[in-house]
């Protein structure tokens, strides 16, 4: 039975492509809560976190970058109207739903979509780590439903008898998710899930009257 080890911050990076590379999964910090990290352009590192979290395989995952240039290892153009809106304010708890190209080969994470919803983090330590192995997942750490984990201690339960290891970052602080917006045709930015974000920040940055909430298909 695979067991699960700790990454400290300092330690050599080498272990944790190793574990990317072959499907295996990150429990990393982000700014609430811990996430389940893979290499979302890797498919059995994708089903490894449908597993653990017991979700349902249509349901796209969110995916945390570094910089915007790492959009183009995604199959998303940077200079697209949704990531213009979403950069103005990156790094923050600021998900943007974002097209993939039509030319970009099938993305994993993305669960057969034509769009994946991605931000670049308010958290330095989590940045750094993005800067070095590219574009990973951030969907919760928890089976569907439940409360995500907070305590490194938590994730031991979670990642028992999966090829996983936990980058730890201390106790987070909890609190509401990312806000996740898309943009509609006219350009107008549509709320599908209340978090961080506020949303009157996004009123400012266009000549559009207002947000429009929504509900969403992604979950955290």
Avoid: C
Avoid at 21 to 30: E, F, H, N, S, Y
Avoid at 62 to 73: F, M
């Amino acid at each position: 039975m695979a067991k699960t080890s700790t990454w400290q911050p300092g330690d050599p990076i080498a272990p944790l492509r190793a574990v990317l590379d072959r499907g295996g999964v990150l429990a990393i910090p982000t700014e609430s809560s811990y996430g389940l990290a893979v290499d979302p352009r890797n498919a059995a590192g994708v089903e490894a976190v449908y597993r653990i979290k017991a979700r349902e395989r249509g349901k796209p995952l969110p995916v945390v970058v570094a910089t915007v240039g790492q959009l183009r290892l995604l199959g998303v153009d940077p200079e697209s109207p949704e990531v213009e809106l979403a950069a103005r304010y990156w790094p923050a708890p600021l998900t943007m739903v974002l097209p993939l190209l039509l030319t970009s080969a099938p993305l994993p994470a993305a669960a057969r979509g034509g769009s994946v919803a991605v931000r670049i983090p308010a958290h330095d330590g989590l940045r750094r780590l993005l800067a070095e192995l590219g574009p990973l997942t951030a969907t919760s750490a928890n089976p569907a439903g439940e409360a995500p984990a907070l305590d490194p201690a938590e994730l031991v339960a979670l990642l028992a008898g999966h090829d996983a290891v936990i980058v730890d970052g201390g106790r987070l602080p909890g609190g509401p998710p990312s806000t996740l917006v898309a943009l509609d045709a006219d350009g107008t930015p549509r709320i599908l899930r209340a978090g961080a974000f506020p949303p009157e920040r996004l009123r400012l940055a266009t000549p559009a009257e207002g947000v429009v909430p929504a509900r969403s298909s992604l979950g955290r």
